[in-house]
């Protein structure tokens, strides 16, 4: 196995990272940033709205993207296996 295969294997491991984590972080931001103006426009200032809500909102992404996540998950583990235990012509 080589330095550049390597190199691959983990900027294809950094960019899944980034593209499983995504959607719940924009779902958090977009959600906290609604509550926070709809508790600035009502003047309802208790911080416990805030948390649970984006609490909620975000467990619920998780579970509506978590068969997507674990198969893009499971290709790149696969591909990255193959990549690691690949054998060698002449090899056993």
Same mark, same amino acid.
């Given at each position: 196995? %080589?330095?550049?295969?390597?190199?691959? =294997?983990?900027?294809?491991?950094?960019?899944?990272v980034l593209m499983l984590s995504l959607? !719940?972080?924009?779902?958090?931001t977009g959600t906290a940033?609604?509550?926070?103006?709809?508790?600035?426009? %009502?003047q309802v200032q208790d911080?416990? =709205?805030?948390?649970?809500v984006r609490m909620i909102v975000?467990?619920?992404t998780?579970? !509506?993207?978590?068969?997507?996540?674990?198969?893009e998950l499971l290709i790149f583990a696969r591909q990255a296996l193959e990549r690691v235990f690949v054998v060698l012509p002449g090899m056993s």
């Open positions: 196995m %080589t330095a550049a295969a390597i190199l691959d =294997i983990t900027r294809q491991a950094l960019l899944l959607p !719940v972080v924009l779902v958090a940033l609604f509550v926070a103006i709809a508790q600035a426009v %009502t911080s416990s =709205i805030g948390t649970s975000v467990m619920v998780v579970i !509506v993207l978590a068969g997507w996540a674990g198969r």
